[in-house]
């Protein structure tokens, strides 16, 4: 990405009223980070946008945007509507290498209270209505910016639905944009939970075969060219954790054009990759808006946070605005405040870089204690990012088995084949690292199951050998 591309996204985001006097943007060194480009690259744009009049610096305070700009307010400004009530469903989980679950050692908790603690105090008596059905405004403002500088889309806050999460985002917008009968194609294997919903609420539910480039758009064209849905996860596939090539996104993004079908993408962690190259959402290549973006706070701060959004086309925010009011999705005001406050502090791209850093180390020292745990029953695709591997299993196919034995031990992996509605199938486990702290906790975790697991492998490869 060049100086002029960053500039760009400032200016239109100033313009657009996204940003606004005052606010303060993130350091060169962190937005630098953010968007692994040279320093320099970052400095170039902020000189051209101080010069032209946009950005003030202010020393070591930071830089904001002009306080004295005077911009002329869009006459399609979007203005709040009031509704109520969280839709929240939680699963409690307990035991070690759970999948999904962020680094909560290194969350900066006293930060986050004092943010907490500031929200409470500042209640006005007019913010304790019913909340906003879209979401409280500055919070819609806050993720708007980030997606637009880090995420590469061009959204405004009008654009923005806060939701309880992705089980939310997904009902929500088929209960908008669906009739019954509509066909929705889901990746195979996908992410079990969301193919579990989806059993319930999509009558008309198919499945794409997925490999090594992401979702197969040449199966999709050839057996299921009309389809209404289609839901994926291009940046890190879940389970798989492969990319979407660039050619599949465009042949993907064409498809949905010219049969006038949406295309749901599900960036549940594309913040975290572990390479100087950064992969672009596909909503940043969409010239015709026909992709329905989704995101959630729960990878990325908490799960217990129970904050996700959707990015809605914008001939459809209407429609999720009427039913929004029906279904009642509004959330609790003051979960809203404090992250909003968390996002235009910059504390968000902070430790977002700082979790970056640490996924890397925690991938390479479970990787490690696997091999040396293991040795000969698994093998690894990797991939640059993520917050989970797949252990593929070398030989046999007893996944399942050997996921309620490590289960038996409190580990929560989960077998790989599980994750696939069709009959061609792929076995290992899947594990989530985020919270091994050092090579000798894996190790003493992996020791609860060693012994058992090298019978159990042994015995299926001697079975294996005598079927053939």
């Not at 193919?195 to 499945?207: G, S, V, W």
């Not at 042949?251 to 295309?263: D, E, G, H, K, R």
Request: proline share 6%; with cysteine.
């Amino acid at each position: 990405m060049g100086y002029k591309k960053i500039y760009a996204r400032y200016r239109q985001q100033i313009l657009d009223g996204l940003l606004k006097p005052g606010d303060r943007v993130p350091s060169i060194r962190l937005l630098a980070n953010e968007l692994q480009v040279a320093r320099k690259t970052v400095e170039t744009a902020y000189e051209i946008l101080t010069g032209e009049g946009y950005f003030v610096s202010r020393g070591a305070k930071g830089t904001y945007i002009n306080p004295e700009l005077r911009l002329t307010p869009k006459a399609n400004a979007h203005k709040p509507v009031l509704s109520r009530s969280p839709d929240i469903q939680a699963v409690e989980r307990k035991g070690d290498l759970r999948l999904g679950i962020p680094a909560l050692d290194e969350f900066p908790h006293k930060k986050w209270l004092l943010i907490s603690g500031k929200a409470a105090r500042s209640l006005r008596p007019e913010e304790m209505l019913m909340p906003p059905v879209m979401g409280f405004l500055p919070l819609r403002e806050a993720i708007a910016s980030y997606l637009n500088i880090s995420r590469g889309l061009n959204c405004l806050p009008n654009q923005i639905f806060i939701t309880s999460g992705y089980r939310a985002n997904l009902r929500l917008i088929l209960s908008v944009l669906a009739q019954p009968n509509d066909k929705v194609l889901f990746e195979d294997p996908g992410y079990f939970y969301g193919q579990q919903l989806l059993k319930r609420i999509a009558p008309n539910l198919h499945y794409i075969p997925v490999d090594r480039q992401g979702m197969d758009i040449d199966y999709l064209q050839r057996y299921h060219s009309d389809a209404r849905f289609t839901i994926t996860t291009p940046t890190h596939q879940s389970p798989l954790a492969v990319s979407l090539s660039l050619p599949r996104k465009h042949q993907l993004l064409a498809w949905a054009q010219q049969n006038n079908s949406w295309v749901i993408e599900d960036d549940y962690d594309g913040e975290f990759h572990y390479t100087k190259k950064v992969i672009p959402a596909l909503k940043s290549l969409d010239m015709h808006d026909r992709v329905i973006y989704t995101g959630t706070f729960s990878k990325t701060i908490m799960p217990a946070m129970r904050i996700g959004y959707i990015v809605m086309p914008q001939e459809t925010v209407t429609q999720f605005n009427e039913l929004g009011e029906i279904l009642e999705t509004g959330l609790p005001l003051l979960p809203q405040k404090i992250l909003a406050q968390f996002l235009i502090e910059g504390h968000f791209y902070r430790h977002i870089k700082k979790m970056r850093l640490l996924y890397q180390q925690r991938r390479r020292i479970m990787l490690e204690a696997i091999e040396t745990s293991f040795p000969g029953v698994f093998e690894f695709e990797l991939t640059d990012g993520g917050m989970h591997i797949v252990a593929f299993l070398k030989r046999g196919i007893e996944d399942k088995a050997l996921a309620t034995l490590w289960t038996e031990h409190d580990l929560c992996v989960k077998p790989l084949s599980n994750w696939y509605a069709q009959t061609q199938k792929r076995y290992g486990l899947v594990i989530g690292y985020t919270n091994i702290r050092s090579y000798e906790q894996a190790m003493k975790i992996f020791q609860r199951v060693r012994v058992e697991t090298m019978a159990l492998m042994g015995s299926a490869w001697k079975t294996e050998i005598i079927l053939r």
